[in-house]
C-alpha cells in the first residue's frame, strides 16, 4: 500500500459525458501528479501540482482540467468523454516538487467510456 | 520527449541477469525507475540523480550516464518477483522540474 488513495477504482460512462477523479496524496507529501495509461501509449503524464499550484503541464486535452484543494487532495475532470479516453488513471505523490524525489502511485482508476 | 526503452522485453531463468537500457535525447537531470505488475500501480525502485547520488532499492543497482543521456537498471541473480514492466521515466533539464517523461515499458519474465 503506496499510501495514495485513488476513487472510485472503475468508471463506465458513455461519450459525451464528465466524471471526476479523486486522489488522496500521501501523508505530508505536497506534490500530485495525473497520468494515463493506456495499452497503446504506456504512461503519459497529464499534469502535476505542487501545494496548490499547478506546477508543470504534460500533453493534458483541453477537455481536461484538474486542481488541488487546500487540504491537498487532487481532482482531474474528464469531460465530451470520447472512446480514446477509456484508460488507467493514476494519481502519485511526492514531497517535493522535482524529480529529485520518489513518486508513490495510486492503485489508478480505470476508465471505461461506451 | 519520450526516452527509448530497450529491450523491449526479456526472458530470464531465476539467477540470471539481465540489463535494461534506457536513453534520451534531452539533457538529464533525474532518471527514476518504476516496476509495475500486471493489474497494480507502478512501483518506485530508484532515482538517480545528475552529479552521481542514487536512492533506492537496495537490491537493484543501475547506472546514470550523464554525458550521453543514458541509464541502464541491472538486475541480478534474478528471483521470480522481479517479473513485471520496467519504466524509466526521465527529467529534462529543460522541461519543467518534476515533470517525468516514461518510456514505453520493458516486459520482463522470470522463470522457474
Known amino acids: 500500500d503506496s499510501g495514495v488513495t ?15 477523479l479523486r486522489c488522496s496524496p500521501r501523508s505530508g507529501d505536497l506534490s500530485v501528479y495525473w497520468y494515463q495509461q493506456s495499452l497503446d501509449q ?24 484538474a486542481q488541488q484543494f487546500p487540504d491537498l487532495h487532487s481532482e482531474l475532470n474528464l469531460s465530451s468523454l470520447e472512446l480514446g479516453d477509456s484508460a488507467l ?4 505523490s ?18 471505461t467510456v461506451t | 520527449q519520450q526516452p527509448v526503452q530497450s529491450p523491449q522485453a526479456v526472458i530470464l ?14 539533457a538529464l537531470y533525474s532518471v527514476h525507475w518504476y516496476r509495475q505488475k500486471h493489474g497494480e500501480a507502478p512501483v518506485f525502485l530508484m532515482i538517480l540523480l545528475k552529479g552521481g547520488e542514487q536512492k533506492g532499492h537496495e537490491k537493484i543497482s543501475a547506472s546514470f550516464n550523464e554525458k550521453k543521456q ?27 522540474w518534476g515533470k517525468l517523461q516514461f518510456g514505453a515499458g520493458t516486459q520482463v519474465v522470470v522463470t522457474p
Open chain 1, 6 to 20: 485513488q476513487t472510485p477504482k472503475h468508471l463506465i460512462t458513455a461519450t459525451g459525458q464528465r466524471v471526476t
Open chain 1, 89 to 92: 488513471y493514476f494519481c502519485a
Open chain 1, 94 to 111: 511526492s514531497a517535493g516538487r522535482t524529480g529529485n524525489y520518489e513518486q508513490y502511485f495510486g492503485p489508478g482508476t480505470r476508465l
Open chain 2, 13 to 26: 531463468r531465476e539467477g540470471e541477469d539481465a540489463v535494461i537500457n534506457c536513453s534520451s535525447s534531452k
Open chain 2, 70 to 96: 543514458q541509464s541502464s537498471l541491472y538486475l541480478t541473480a534474478s528471483q521470480l518477483s522481479y517479473s513485471g514492466t520496467y519504466f524509466c521515466g526521465t527529467e529534462e533539464r529543460t522541461d519543467s
Open chain 1, 42 to 65: 504506456g504512461l503519459q503524464f497529464l499534469i502535476q501540482y505542487y501545494n496548490g499550484e499547478e506546477r508543470a503541464k504534460g500533453n493534458i486535452l483541453e477537455r481536461f482540467s
